[in-house]
Each structure stands twice: as C-alpha cells, then as structure tokens.
C-alpha cells in the first residue's frame, strides 16, 4: 500500500522560509513523477512544482519559479520542497503526489498522479 506522508508546515511572517517534506513508502521512488500541490479556501488545487526522481529535470509554477526548489533523496525515499521569500498568497494545504511513471507535460494535471498524501498547513502572515 502506498503512503505518502507530508510534514514541515506551519505559520511564517512574509518573506519567511519552510521546508516540506514528503516520505513514500510502499512505492517505487525512482524513476517516476513527485508533485507538490496546493489548495487554497474557496479555489481550486493547483501545481506547484514537480520532480523526476533520478533524472534532472524539475517543473514549477510560474508563480513560484525563483522562491520554491523542489528536490528528492532516492535513499530516503524523500522529496522535498524548500520554500523562500513566501507570500501570504503562498497560504494554503500542500499536498504531496506520486506518479506511477516519469514526468510529462502534463505534470500539472491532477489526474496524472496516482496517489496523494493527506496534505501539511502552509499559512503566510503578512
């Protein structure tokens, strides 16, 4: 069984930093799409950043290029997000998402993910 396990949220000022962090387990890490996603009140889930684990390529919102780095660490099955100069419209869930194959165009459609974690609290105080 699949379980995907996000930590590291909680409340900063503006221009603050956090690192979320998100373990799989009962999943093949390697090789495959990590996603960060988040949901603000009353809007819809978006894409926030992408990784493929084991190759270089990684993807971000424009709304984030430049603040956000996501990375992984194969060993511990581990993908990151490390969140700088953070905005009070960063504010909402961040959810951590697992493809079942490699990172494509699409790696901003939620249906493209094939398993979800239960999500960590971002909240931005300006």
């Known amino acids: 069984q699949v379980r995907l396990a996000e930590s590291g949220g909680g409340s900063v000022q503006a221009g603050g930093s956090l690192r979320l962090s998100c373990v799989a387990s009962g999943y093949t890490f390697f090789r495959n799409c990590m996603g960060w996603f988040r949901q603000a009140p009353g809007k819809e889930r978006e894409a926030v950043a992408a990784i493929y684990v084991g190759g270089t390529s990684t993807y971000y919102a424009d709304s984030v290029q430049g603040r956000f780095t996501i990375s992984a660490d194969n060993a511990k099955n581990t993908v990151y997000l490390q969140m700088n100069g953070l905005k009070p419209e960063d504010t909402a869930m961040y959810y951590c998402?697992?493809?079942?194959?490699?990172?494509?165009?699409?790696?901003?459609?939620?249906?493209?993910?094939?398993?979800w974690g239960q999500g960590t609290q971002v909240t931005v105080t300006s």
């Open positions: 998402a697992a493809d079942d194959s490699p990172c494509l165009r699409t790696w901003s459609w939620e249906y493209e993910y094939n398993h």
